[in-house]
Each structure stands twice: as C-alpha cells, then as structure tokens.
Nanobody
Framework: QVQLVESGGGLVQPGGSLRLSCAAS????????LGWYRQAPGKQRELVAT???????KYADSVKGRFAISRSNAKNTMFLQMNSLKPEDTAVYFC?????????WGQGTQVTVSS
C-alpha cells in the first residue's frame, strides 16, 4: 500500500506560479512511476506530468514549457512547479503512484487561476 498526500494548491492570478508537493509513504520501494493528474469541473481527469523511477519525465502538451515535475527520493516527495499559469489550468490536481499492480491516488488539491 502507498499513501499520497498533496499540498500547495491555492488561488493565483494568471501568469503566476504555484508549487505542488506530494508526500508518499508506505511501500514506496515498489513505486515504478509518479505523476500528476488534474480534473476540471465537468471534465475527465487528465494527465499533467509523470516521472519514472529512472527519472524519465513526460508532459501533457498543454503544460510543456510551463510546468516541471521533479522528486526528492530522500524526502519521498514529488513536486510540480507550475509557472505562467492560465485560467484553463484551474482544476483539482491529484498525485498518482503506480507500482505495476495498482494505481494509488491522493485526495487532491485545488488550484484556481483567476484575477
């Protein structure tokens, strides 16, 4: 079992920045990849970015060049640095971990981009 807890969401003006964190605990040695997903009202949950155990990253086209995913193995924490935020980035952001058998999800953190 893996437990995930997100933090760092909030209200920011367009063009601003936020940094999300995801703290992992439990059977973290089994995690193959970590990622961020988001879900806006009335829309399906979508991939934002992922990072594998080996450090390979992947981004949705809509966030390339603006968002950066990273992790601290020592602190069992993953981050999402979000720059140049747009109103369309408004959503609940979820942390995800995959261990080859299961998908684990955090409770989500709200990000609102509005003036």
């Amino acid at each position: 079992q893996v437990q995930l807890v997100e933090s760092g969401g909030g209200l920011v003006q367009p063009g601003g920045s936020l940094r999300l964190s995801c703290a992992a605990s439990g059977s973290i040695f089994s995690i193959l990849s970590l990622g961020w997903y988001r879900q806006a009202p009335g829309k399906q949950r979508e991939l934002v970015a992922t990072i594998t155990r080996g450090g390979t990253t992947k981004y949705a086209d809509s966030v390339k060049g603006r968002f950066a995913i990273s992790r601290s193995n020592a602190k069992n924490t993953m981050f999402l640095q979000m720059n140049s935020l747009k109103p369309e980035d408004t959503a609940v952001y979820f942390c995800n971990a995959v261990d080859g058998l299961y998908n684990y999800w955090g409770q989500g953190t709200q990000v609102t981009v509005s003036s």
